[in-house]
Antibody, heavy 116, light 107 residues
């Protein structure tokens, strides 16, 4: 059974930091591109970042560049999103997903709330 | 950045009817377009990848077509479980982007 389990979300003040994790099982993590996608309350989906299998190639949406960093640990089958200088507009559910020809496996999401 | 525009915003249909959803790209994305279904409180689910390929477990009533800038998702005969919000998304270049979604609701 494929499982992607996100953790690390919570309430944080503007300017604060969080580190999201996504623990994967059921497929060969080290051979897979991985993504983070977020969804603000009541809004649509927004791609946040992607990382190649070996962790060298990384891409981030402009609105998070310089603040968020995607990374992975293939030995632990885990994906991460380090989020610094958080803003109110970063509030939402953050999903990790495997990215093949499409994002075929998704986690259940973790809620990040940025508020004072 | 490639902008994906979906239409209509809302589609009100009855079970058994056909649904036609459109996604238009601001520039060519080749066939690198996917469709996702999302229900309230759930993660998105991949329906179609690379414009016309059904994802694993997706029923044959779902079909995708198009290339370049114009794409269509067709549901031939709506089942109750097909209602939800559908998003298109390209992977032609960075940043990947999603359309704003089409809500398929019960009439």
């Amino acid at each position: 059974d494929v499982q992607l389990v996100e953790s690390g979300g919570g309430l944080v003040q503007p300017g604060g930091s969080l580190r999201l994790s996504c623990e994967v099982s059921g497929f060969t993590f080290s051979r897979s591109w991985m993504s983070w996608v977020r969804q603000a309350p009541g809004k649509g989906l927004e791609w946040v970042a992607n990382i190649q299998q070996d962790g060298i190639e990384k891409y981030h949406v402009d609105s998070v560049k310089g603040r968020f960093t995607i990374s992975r640990d293939n030995a632990k089958s885990s994906l991460y999103l380090q989020m610094n200088s958080l803003r109110v507009e970063d509030t939402g559910v953050y999903y990790c997903a495997r990215d093949q020809e499409g994002k075929d496996y998704w986690g259940q999401g973790t809620l990040v709330t940025v508020s004072s | 950045e490639i902008v994906l525009t979906q239409s209509p915003a809302t589609l009100s249909l009855s079970p058994g009817e056909a649904a036609t959803l459109s996604c238009r790209a601001s520039q060519s994305v080749g066939n690198y377009l996917a469709w996702y279904q999302q229900k309230p409180g759930q993660a998105p689910r991949l329906v179609i990848y690379d414009a016309s390929n059904r994802a694993t477990g997706i029923p044959a009533r779902f079909s995708g077509s198009g290339s370049g800038t114009d794409f269509t998702l067709t549901i031939s005969s709506l089942e109750p479980e097909d209602f939800g919000v559908y998003y298109c998304q390209h992977r032609y270049n960075w940043p990947q982007t999603f359309g704003q979604g089409t809500k398929v609701e019960i009439k």
